[in-house]
């Protein structure tokens, strides 16, 4: 079974820059995996960012970006708002079906 | 403005079967496709599946966890997709989300509570 692998939990200072990743069990995640990430608060529904890799859909905020880094999907987010704070979650294609990351969540402190 | 809305959850005994809703407006729904996905308490998202447009030949997907015991399908005259879930086990017990995918993945619905114990 295909897993998809994020880092669990984050810390970024506001203002700051972090990066999140997405592995694939199954080796190298390419454009053809349509990386997707979205953000989940509390109490609200799941907010899309980023889909096939880094294009931006048009509430997402400039700070957001979405890049392939060393094999992985990646969401780095450049000055960092306390906003910001939720998990992140990864969303890859494989062959017809998706699979979710396990999630990554951010604290902003 | 674009709306997705789960409905249909409930408490369900082992065994049993549930059918959740997911209406929709604010867009041509009959162009889109529909995604479901579930969060158990505490936990991860888990993609449970997909079905395509009728331009797609409404081709459906499953997540390995549910294929064989869910079934999702769609009216587009009414706007709706379902997802019929058979063969419930305590681990189903969880949040369904339904989305849109209209060119990207992008809106969600709030949610419904499916539990799933005796």
């Known amino acids: 079974q295909t897993v998809v692998t994020q880092e669990p939990s984050l810390t970024v200072s506001p203002g700051g820059t972090v990066t999140l990743t997405c592995a694939s069990s199954t080796g190298t995640v390419t454009s053809d995996y349509y990386p997707n990430w979205f953000q989940q608060k509390p109490g609200q529904a799941l907010r899309a960012l980023i889909f096939s890799t880094n294009k931006i859909h048009s509430w997402t905020p400039a700070r957001f970006s979405g890049s392939l880094l060393g094999g992985k999907a990646a969401l780095t987010m450049s000055g960092v708002q306390p906003e910001d704070e939720a998990e992140y979650y990864c969303?890859?294609?494989?062959?017809?079906?998706?699979?979710f990351g396990g999630g990554t969540k951010l604290t902003v402190l | 403005e674009v709306q997705v809305v789960e409905s249909g959850g409930g408490l369900v005994q082992p065994g049993g079967s549930l059918k959740l809703s997911c209406a929709a407006s604010g867009f041509t729904f009959s162009d889109s496709g529909i995604h479901w996905a579930r969060q158990a308490s505490g936990k991860g998202l888990e993609w449970v599946g997909h079905?395509?447009?009728?331009?797609?030949?409404?081709?459906?997907a499953y997540g390995a966890s549910v294929k064989g015991r869910f079934t999702i399908s769609r009216d587009d005259s009414k706007n709706t997709a379902y997802l019929q879930m058979n063969s419930l086990k305590t681990e189903d017990t969880a949040v369904y989300y339904c989305?849109?995918?209209?060119?990207?993945?992008?809106?969600w619905g709030q949610g419904t509570l499916v539990t799933v114990s005796s």
């Open positions: 989305s849109r995918h209209l060119e990207t993945i992008d809106y």
């Open positions: 969303l890859l294609y494989y062959d017809g079906a998706w699979v």
């Open positions: 079905i395509r447009s009728k331009a797609n030949n409404y081709a459906t």
